[in-house]
């Protein structure tokens, strides 16, 4: 017959007792018998459940066991330190208040559901703390259900994988009131106070579909800052209306201004139209670039796909020039062979100039950082990952929750950003040089 779950547990621990009276009592008085480390405990409820065919982990497993002995131990010194006295003794004889017996419940655990005795008090003024009333989850399944979505697990993969791995039954309706949880944080992040400068700001958007009556694309607009220790800074998630529009970025670097920016130096962005002007309202002095990249792409889109090899090939002498009149002069080569067959792809760069040239003024140090978005697209990439698992959100806010936890999710070792700050100290350098007695470190 099948040990009872928790059984191994508690006779290891009973016959360890035994053991440690039994020596107290036949050592002499002047001696005292230490009890067993940690490590003999574990030794010992090996050997017991491979003797008596117990496994490690699963139901009825030594961990279940051990888990519904500490949590049940638990419970009942807090018990008892509410209660004010241990059980059986007589001073607790009349004083009011005495122990009810207890209440099986199931909870949820990192190693799967366990059933516990939980204590209960006579006048049911008792409030445990390590699980508390109705709690059905202890937090370390909040913590990896967060996680498990933070890395692109739909609701309903969440729920699979608790069922397949741990044999846990949680709803869909439960996870998503578990990720709710974060919804507080991810406000206090968004409206937190920001650095006084940042040296390069990094602005995009992604579309969504979101269900708003019927499902339609809209606009995720995001922020990354650069700060002066060369640190990435996701300023911020902003779910805007229809296509992507200057107008709304207006507001978005506003709000950007009013947490604190007092100062940004480069601003780089794609090539929509009147997005320079609302850069300049909100920072008189910052310098707005194209990203190079959008502007080789917007190229591709008005030309053969045959063609894509030649065109890539005769911009580079453009956007690797080593000034601004030799850039003009290799647009003027590149447009005596293509403007023909393909006039709008020269008229782009022509209305693209004055936000395409400022970065040729700037030593390679600057020019390999700010020549495009890349910083922001990888960003960008992993947000595309989590939403397309998805299909579609119900509203933006369940939207903006599942891409901040995307953001909480990444990087969990710190590699990355030790990478980023690695990359970003020679252009910093540059930059201090370049806008001199405007990159002021934070104040201590």
């Not at 990720?179 to 937190?192: A, F, L, N, Y």
């Not at 106070?193 to 499902?215: E, H, M, N, S």
């Not at 990354?224 to 805007?240: F, I, P, Q, S």
């Not at 891409?403 to 990087?411: F, I, N, P």
């Amino acid at each position: 017959m099948g040990r009872r779950k928790g059984q191994v547990v508690t006779d290891v621990l009973d016959e360890m007792r035994a053991s440690t009276s039994d020596a107290d009592s036949s050592a002499p008085a002047s001696t005292s018998t230490a009890s067993p480390s940690l490590d003999e405990l574990a030794v010992q409820l090996m050997e017991r459940a491979r003797a008596d065919g117990v496994q490690l982990v699963g139901p009825g497993g030594l961990l279940a066991g051990l888990t519904k002995t500490v949590l049940e131990a638990a419970l009942e010194g807090e018990l008892t330190e509410h209660l004010g006295y241990e059980p059986h003794d007589p001073a607790g004889d009349n004083c009011g208040n005495s122990r009810n017996g207890t209440r099986q419940k199931t909870v949820i655990t990192d190693i799967g559901p366990i059933t516990i005795d939980a204590p209960r008090d006579r006048n049911g003024s008792f409030e445990p703390v390590i699980v508390k009333k109705r709690q059905r989850r202890l937090t370390g399944v909040d913590q990896l259900v967060c996680s498990l979505a933070a890395n692109g697990l739909t609701h309903g993969e969440i729920s699979a994988h608790l069922a397949a791995v741990y044999g846990a039954q949680v709803s869909k309706e439960t996870i998503s009131r578990i990720t709710d949880r974060v919804i507080e944080q991810m406000s206090e992040w968004q409206s937190r106070p920001l650095d006084r400068v940042y040296p390069v700001l990094f602005i995009d958007a992604i579309f969504v579909k979101i269900r708003d009556g019927q499902v339609a694309n809209r606009p995720i607009y995001t922020a990354v800052g650069v700060t002066v220790d060369g640190e990435r800074d996701v300023l911020g998630l902003w779910a805007g209306t229809g296509g992507e529009g200057a107008k709304y970025w207006l507001q978005v670097l506003t709000e950007i201004k009013n947490r604190g920016v007092a100062d940004v130096c480069i601003v780089v962005c794609d090539g929509l139209s009147a997005l320079p002007d609302a850069i300049s309202a909100t920072w008189p002095l910052a310098i707005t670039q194209t990203c190079v990249i959008h502007l080789l792409r917007n190229s591709f889109r008005y030309a053969s796909k045959r063609d894509w090899p030649a065109i890539a090939k005769g911009l580079k002498p453009i956007y690797t020039a080593p000034t601004e009149a030799a850039a003009l002069e290799r647009l003027a080569d590149f447009a005596s062979v293509w403007e023909t067959k393909y006039p709008a792809i020269i008229r782009l760069w022509e209305n693209a100039w004055a936000e395409f040239v400022p970065f040729l003024s700037f030593d390679a140090e600057i020019r390999t950082v700010i020549y495009s978005t890349n910083a922001i697209e990888s960003l960008n990439a992993r947000f595309r990952r989590a939403t397309k698992a998805r299909g579609h959100f119900p509203n933006e806010q369940a939207a903006l929750k599942c891409l901040y936890l995307t953001l909480c999710g990444m990087d969990p070792t710190g590699a990355g950003r030790r990478r980023w700050i690695t990359r970003w100290k020679a252009p910093l350098n540059a930059f201090t040089i370049a806008f001199e007695g405007r990159i002021l470190p934070p104040p201590k």
